[in-house]
């Protein structure tokens, strides 16, 4: 499994196990603080796919910006 999906699972679980609120304060900074790394860690992995995604659009020697919409935005509003 690639590295940004096992990061995610982990923060993840730190997440649902500092909402659960069981955890003694300094377990729960413990798990803030890993919390924080693996965000750090997935943001940086992010943005190094975001760079990639930006070589493979480029066409002519220009960046051509496209939008990319979530799948949330294309379903059509309920009503």
Do not use: W, Y
């Amino acid at each position: 499994m690639p590295k940004f999906e096992e990061c995610l699972q982990r923060l993840v679980k730190i997440v649902k196990e500092l909402e659960n609120g069981d955890a003694a304060l300094e377990k729960s900074l413990t798990l803030f603080e890993e919390g924080m790394q693996l965000s750090a860690t997935c943001r940086k992995e992010l943005e190094q796919a975001e760079g990639k995604v930006e070589i493979l659009l480029k066409q002519n020697g220009k960046l051509q910006a496209v939008a990319l919409e979530p799948e949330a935005e294309k379903l059509p509003a309920r009503r």
